[in-house]
């Protein structure tokens, strides 16, 4: 069963126990996949699901931020349930000590010494971590090395 399939299932769930934020935020998201199927004009891969729902939860992040910074809480809030829901769906991110060691290995790899490399070390860092790295754990991490 594919990503779409089992989020479609679960949104006709959700409709149906009368979830409206959980019926919303899937909604949604097959709303993204749809359209990123189209724009590829072919059926989707998992690692193309994956990424369009990286997505979605990365602008709930940023979202969240931008809320928080206002004072509106409320809308935080709402924006952090919709990002756990998202969350669901996605495989497992690595852990700090895994994104670290990698870091770690790449710097040492492309002998890199100081910031001017990070765009030597991000994209091979990223690639290793086959999309199961945030890249701002690994920024931070590049900079607590060699910063």
């Known amino acids: 069963m594919s990503l779409f399939e089992k989020?479609?299932?679960?949104?006709?769930?959700?409709?149906?126990?009368?979830?409206?934020?959980?019926?919303?935020?899937?909604?949604?998201?097959?709303?993204?996949?749809?359209?990123?199927?189209?724009?590829?004009?072919?059926?989707?891969?998992?690692?193309?699901?994956?990424?369009?729902?990286?997505?979605?939860?990365?602008?709930?992040?940023?979202?969240?931020?931008?809320?928080?910074?206002?004072?509106?809480?409320?809308?935080a809030e709402l924006e952090t349930k919709e990002m756990k829901i998202l969350n669901n769906y996605l495989p497992k991110m690595m852990d700090e000590n895994e994104i670290k060691s990698i870091v770690k290995t790449v710097i040492d790899e492309v002998g890199a010494t100081s910031m001017a490399d990070m765009g030597k070390i991000m994209p091979e860092v990223m690639k290793r971590g086959k999309g199961l790295i945030d890249g701002k754990s690994a920024q931070k991490f590049v900079n607590e090395i060699i910063g």
């Open 7 to 75: 989020i479609q299932i679960d949104m006709y769930k959700a409709m149906k126990l009368g979830d409206k934020n959980k019926s919303a935020t899937l909604r949604t998201a097959l709303a993204k996949l749809k359209d990123k199927k189209i724009d590829k004009q072919e059926d989707l891969s998992e690692n193309d699901e994956i990424k369009v729902l990286q997505m979605l939860v990365k602008q709930r992040k940023e979202s969240i931020e931008l809320y928080e910074k206002g004072d509106r809480l409320d809308l």
